[in-house]
């Protein structure tokens, strides 16, 4: 159940059916700083518990998260009360996970409170943390039972954070919405640089609900809306999950994406050469590739959708149409490569 | 998917559909020193990875999980990779918890090497492990693809550890087969003498089997079969999971719930008094029996299967009759008690 619109904050409190006990409010400092009186007031006196953890790739490990699992048991959790994670994909994804095994799974709530969250994170119910291994490595498919978006949240957001959700409503649309993704090509800072992506945000949460209602485990269509995420996930961990955010290093993936789609898919050329040069420039521009490594090939070979057959990504064969396409690494680490001469 | 059988193991590699990935053997020391070489051999090589953890209620917990992850993801673990669990019920719900979310799931197996584990815990995918504040207070609803379940492993099973199997056996005739309980009354000692539990351990798992795939979750029939657990699991975490055995637990708190079957629910009261009575004996009679306190009232306080709405437990109206009653702490305590005039 997603509830979208600016203003759909104040009534968070009724927005949804809500378990009979108490609500258990998940959040990082940063968020709580700046929405944290609105969100209570919102709830009305039902959050009864709070629990506070550092939010960012970087804290989204099983360290954290027993933090958490040890704060909500402390605090005496139980079955019919809930979890509301408000903040970025990493808090919901780390509150969704906890909200997954505690109890063995208890109902949850979230309140996205980035871009990327909005369009991406907070829904479909993949929640995770990530390992030295690799990232989103332990987790589980634990849907929340409503999703609040509210785009008014998103005025305190730094515009770097903006500039990622951005890419990834780009890439939401470039797999399962052609008309929209033509649309919004080439004209990606200019979204950003206005701060307003509604248009294109409330695009991307259609297709995004329809696909993961149509296939929640993952096991088919989903995969499509990983499209980017591939090489993506492999730069964003041999950077340290620092070095790039998740929407560069998915700009960067999906730009390489694009390049293969273009020379085996049969994407149009000049079409894809465009769009790989807007993502590029949009992530920072030349100076923001990353140059191949073993590092990245690593990562790469532990990707979670690999199987013993090989490496499976998506590519486009044209806009809104992805299939699946097994790519080799000297494959990824030509078109990462084609990317600095584009 | 269940095989049961004397002789299955042999031929535990072509029992299931296996996915194409490698097999992930997940065992204890113990277990491994009795069984590590007929079980390899039954996997016929396709045991890859051995990945072993102590057992014991005292082992279950999430540093021996993160211990299990880590190994795992190490290897490499892909999504069609699958883990084979082989143990007792503290193996089998640690393994499934940890195929539950490494990768957001794998597939896993289970070779119950425990008359506890073949009767109760292998079967359901009821997945966890232990917390400071309680049994299984984080874990998943993951059912295993496939059980084998072979007597013939317990032969080398210590006589402690069969009597608690009988004990499960005896709880799940008790609240799903009273005709099948009404036998089993009265022959626990014989049963535990003989070291052959078939007959009956077959019933508990076909009465078991069909409340699990009725009520996977546990949403409602399936809390039935924790008869016996609400006062067991408070004893067994007030002993610090090693003062009684989880069946010696559970007798003497399914011993206390028929107590309080015969003046709530109208179980006969001579019935329900000869039941109690041959559990606690057979639990090692009145000197086994713990002393109420408020270690195991705060216990009890926190069972995950309370609400807001208070605290209720599985009682019996008559033999194979399952009701659920609220029951307070002084009602326990009382039961508890009359248990030792008996």
């Not at 969704?96 to 369009?119: D, E, K, N, Q, S």
């Not at 943390?129 to 730094?158: E, R």
């Not at 980017?228 to 961990?237: K, R, S, Y």
Request: charged residues 20%.
């Amino acid at each position: 159940m997603i509830r979208f619109g600016r203003g759909e904050l104040e009534g968070l409190g009724s927005a949804f059916p809500f378990p009979a006990g108490r609500a258990f409010l998940l959040s990082s400092p940063a968020v709580l700083g700046f929405h944290g009186e609105r969100i209570r007031a919102a709830l009305s006196g039902r959050a009864a518990v709070e629990i506070v953890f550092e939010d960012g790739e970087t804290a989204k490990t099983l360290e954290t998260l027993r933090g958490v699992l040890d704060a909500a048991l402390a605090a005496g959790i139980r079955r019919d009360d809930f979890v509301v994670a408000a903040g970025g994909g990493t808090v919901t994804d780390l509150a969704g996970f906890a909200a997954a095994i505690l109890l063995r799974g208890i109902a949850w709530y979230a309140l996205p409170t980035t871009l990327l969250g909005m369009a991406d994170a907070a829904i479909g119910g993949k929640t995770a943390v990530d390992h030295p291994a690799g990232k989103n490595m332990v987790g589980a498919f634990h849907p929340p039972a409503g999703v609040l978006i509210d785009p008014d949240l998103l005025s305190t957001l730094p515009p770097r954070r903006f500039r990622e959700g951005v890419v990834e409503i780009f890439k939401t649309l470039l797999v399962g919405s052609g008309e929209a993704a033509r649309r919004m090509a080439g004209r990606l800072e200019g979204i950003a640089g206005s701060g307003d992506a509604d248009e294109y945000l409330e695009e991307a949460i259609r297709v995004k609900s329809a696909v993961v209602e149509r296939d929640p485990r993952e096991r088919g269509e989903r995969r499509a809306l990983n499209f980017g995420h591939t090489l993506g996930h492999a730069i964003e961990a041999a950077g340290g999950f620092s070095r790039w955010s998740h929407g560069e290093a998915v700009a960067i993936g999906a730009a390489a994406a694009l390049r293969l789609s273009a020379s085996l898919c049969g994407f149009s050329p000049p079409a894809a050469g465009a769009i790989a040069r807007e993502l590029v420039a949009f992530a920072g521009g030349g100076p923001a590739l990353p140059a191949w490594s073993g590092e990245i090939e690593g990562f790469l070979s532990r990707d979670k959708k690999n199987t013993a057959a090989g490496a499976v990504a998506i590519l486009l064969a044209g806009w809104g149409q992805p299939v699946a396409r097994e790519v080799t690494p000297a494959q990824w680490k030509e078109a990462l490569e084609s990317l600095r001469d584009a």
